[in-house]
């Protein structure tokens, strides 16, 4: 028998009062997949994010995650469950070190998580927060307050902030969002060198950044899948371009 897939969402909606922020969307994403969710702002790709991490449950539809029908559980027990995210709004600890903040995610996961009992250096979260680090390419600024660190450098610790419980899957809310054209390659490459078998969902507005990590995409609008396909298909689709035209957006 096959395996389920990472992801199943099926006919999923999302409505706030009068408005359907997410409208009937249907697609899987398979185990060890790049799947990214692009469209322009607007388009509900947030609100869909938000659906499936367990911020706000569908109002209609199913999720699940693994096989497990996860629709109707809290955000935290989703994270139990193997959920990784990062998040638009930094949650970073501005004060502490690079260290310091992988040591609070790595300890968040473990039972009596808020005891902020100063680790020994030989503690086995302390050299997981070291390892991190280092798959975030943040090991020579482990010393250094998160409030000294220049915007990319913050991205990379938020991508290691996620992978600190070792999820099975990752969701990244627009990662590039604010990265000056310098910064973005470093974070692509941290991207592309994540392990193969950790499962991640993009969402993005910006193809550039999308479309060469991308096994699969999924393009959005007014809350509606538009197309599923592949990264070169939907460069070249015409509806994807009137999409990112048609609301003044470009290419970059």
Sequence with gaps: MSQSPAIELKNVGRRFGALQAVRDVTFDVARGERHAVL?????????LFNTI??????TAGSI?????????????????RGIGRTYQQS?????????????VAVRGVQPNRFSFLVPRRDD???????EVAERVRLSHVL?????????????????????????KLLMLDEPAAGLSPVE??????????????????????????????????????????????????IQDD???????????????
């Design 39 to 47: 469209g322009p702002n607007g388009a509900g790709k947030t609100t």
């Design 53 to 58: 991490c367990g911020d706000f449950p569908p």
């Design 64 to 80: 699940k995650l693994f096989g497990e029908e996860i629709s109707h559980i809290p955000a935290h027990r989703r994270a139990r």
């Design 91 to 103: 949650l970073l600890f501005d004060g502490l070190s690079v260290r310091d903040n992988l040591f």
């Design 124 to 130: 086995a979260f302390l050299a997981k927060a070291r």
């Design 143 to 167: 010393d250094i307050a998160v409030g000294d660190l220049s915007h990319g450098q913050r991205r990379q610790l938020e991508v290691g902030m996620a992978l600190a419980s070792d999820p």
């Design 184 to 233: 973005r390659p470093e974070l692509s490459k941290l991207l592309k060198d994540l392990p193969r078998d950790l499962t991640i969902v993009l969402i993005e507005h910006d193809m550039d950044v999308a479309l060469p990590f991308a096994d699969l995409v999924t393009v959005m609008k007014d809350g509606a899948v538009v197309v599923s396909d592949t990264p070169d298909r």
């Design 238 to 252: 015409p509806v994807v371009h009137e999409i990112y035209l048609g609301h003044g957006g470009h290419k970059h």
